[in-house]
Nanobody, 123 residues
């Protein structure tokens, strides 16, 4: 079992940058597939990016590819989401997710979730 704690959210102007962090408890972080999702008010939770335990990365191509970068540091039990060129439509609660077996873009694939960190982009 793993517990996830996100940080790094905040208020930023359009065009700005933020880096989100997700720290995982436990000693087996390096075997977990990790992902970031986001949920805007009144909308469903949607996939942003994922990185497998061996470092394979996927993005939601339509919304964030080219602007967001996911990475992980197994020595620090941390996964990051670097967000550049932020837009008003990026405003959402951003969640970190983990699973030891499954990966991909479906939120159903992840058993462990953090509480989320709010990102607000002003236009």
């Amino acid at each position: 079992q793993v517990q996830l704690v996100e940080s790094g959210g905040g208020l930023v102007q359009a065009g700005g940058s933020l880096r989100l962090s997700c720290v995982a408890s436990g000693r087996t972080f390096n075997i977990y597939n990790m992902a970031w999702f986001r949920q805007a008010p009144g909308k469903e939770r949607e996939f942003v990016a994922a990185v497998t335990y061996i470092g394979r990365i996927t993005y939601d191509a339509d919304s964030v590819k080219g602007r967001f970068t996911i990475s992980r540091d197994n020595a620090k039990n941390t996964v990051y989401l670097q967000m550049n060129s932020l837009k008003a439509e990026d405003t959402a609660l951003y969640y970190c997710a983990a699973d030891p077996r499954r990966t991909g873009s479906s939120r159903l694939n992840y058993d462990y979730w953090g509480q989320g960190t709010q990102v607000t982009v002003s236009s």
